[in-house]
């Protein structure tokens, strides 16, 4: 058994002498100042190479195409935060066992890898953050991405409509068999997530479920599938185009710690499922969509605050400060008299009483007073009787 891994105080270039370790198991040289272009040999330095993390260098130019069809023991693939161009090798199909891939942050190019959909162990794919682009098609596999539970390609230019089919053969985030046949790597390794908007590096990635399609050109509604991954933990489908409502179904997403759906064209009212059922939920996120009406309350959505449904100028509720109609004590309204009597009616009689009273008594005294002095005065008599002759 070999193990290979150097500081950047000792290697700043990855020389073709790499190629002669024919008994290499482990190449681990992540967060170098590494440079150049990968060798040729990479994938076929030995039949028994296991690991390889060249994450986070300067690696330049394109992946190596060639894999050995003898090549079965590949299981940790991290190329991650590097400047790799060109498309994603299609020799990685022979890599039977691989269990991890990592290409994030680097300018790829190329259409979504469905071929990689029949690797049976595959479990952790990450695209983020290249120029993958394109419709993700109906895959021809009879069951796809078995062992897939993080799925992570945001950040690219994939369009069309989301993937419904894989979501409905993720079979490892659908039956909570997560971390059953987890593979003991030698080194403590671990892969980024992006985490509540922020990336964190994951130790114990083989029990994690995320999902994140956001920053794509994604349209269409939210597949009901969705609500049948029931084990799922971290669902992001931020920035994309989506329309249609939210389905009732994310409501069977029980675990669920963080869902992001905002920036995007929903409509319609947020389903009163969410918030009965999703009892783990730490952050919610559903701003600038174009939702309406009452936000459900329940036991974490009484937690969150405006920043959850910014932008929905039709939401009403707790936490903001819109009032929905008819939450409130009703605004006070004149009622007019009714004619059978009452209250108001009563009240309104005895004041045009009281004012009529006030008002005609001095003028009563004033006319009294008159003629007791001087008898019946004719302006008065042709005002009151008319002008009789």
């Known amino acids: 058994m070999g193990n290979l891994t150097l500081s950047s105080s000792t290697m700043h270039t990855l020389d073709s002498w790499l190629c002669n370790l ?3 198991e482990y190449l681990h040289l992540s967060q170098n100042n590494l440079r150049g272009p990968l060798p040729q040999c990479l994938w076929n330095i030995s039949n028994n190479l296991e690991f390889v993390d060249l994450s986070r260098n300067q690696f330049e130019g394109t992946i190596p195409t060639h894999f050995a069809k003898g090549n079965h023991w590949l299981h940790y693939i991290n190329l991650k935060g590097n400047h790799l161009e060109g498309s994603l090798p299609r020799g990685l199909v022979n890599c039977s066992f691989l269990t991890v891939l990592d290409v994030g942050n680097n300018k790829l190019v190329d259409s979504f890898p469905h071929w990689l959909d029949v690797l049976p162990y595959l479990g952790v794919l990450i ?9 993700i098609r109906t895959s021809k596999t009879r069951s796809p991405f078995q062992k897939l539970h993080i799925f992570d390609i945001s950040h690219n230019e ?19 068999s997560v971390a059953t046949d987890v593979i003991m790597f030698p080194y403590y390794d671990y892969i980024d997530l992006v985490l509540k908007w922020r990336e964190f590096p994951v130790v114990n990635f083989s029990i994690f479920t995320l999902i ?53 064209q929903l409509v319609g009212k947020i389903p009163e499922q969410l918030a009965k059922s999703l009892t783990f939920l730490a952050v919610l996120n559903l701003s600038y969509n174009h939702l309406v009406g009452p936000i459900p309350h329940g036991p974490q959505f009484n937690t969150f605050n405006n920043d959850s449904y910014l932008g929905n100028t039709a939401l009403c509720g707790f936490p903001l400060t819109l009032q929905c109609q008819g ?16 209250e108001d009616s009563e ?29 019946r005065p004719r302006w008065f008599v042709r005002f009151v009787l008319g002008d009789k002759k």
């Not at 695209?127 to 419709?135: D, E, M, T």
């Not at 939450?327 to 009452?342: C, L, Y």
Request: proline share 8%.
């Open 158 to 176: 994939f369009s069309g409509a989301l993937p419904r089919y894989y979501f409905e053969n993720f079979e490892e985030i659908r039956n909570a």
């Open 127 to 135: 695209l983020r953050s290249n120029q993958f682009y394109g419709i």
């Open 327 to 342: 939450s409130g004590p009703p605004p006070p309204q004149a009622v007019p008299a009714s004619p059978s009597g009452g």
């Open 347 to 375: 009240n309104f009689g005895w004041r045009s009483v009281v004012v009529g009273y006030c008002c005609g008594m001095p003028f009563g005294f004033v006319v009294g007073y008159l003629a007791f002095l001087y008898g």
């Open 212 to 264: 994140d399609l956001s920053h794509n050109h994604f349209h269409g509604e939210i597949p009901k599938a969705l609500g049948s991954l029931h084990y799922i933990r971290f669902l992001n489908l931020s920035h994309n185009q989506l329309a249609g409502s939210i389905p009732l179904s994310l409501g069977n997403l029980s675990i669920l710690e963080v869902l992001d759906l905002s920036s995007n």
């Open 22 to 24: 024919n008994s290499l």
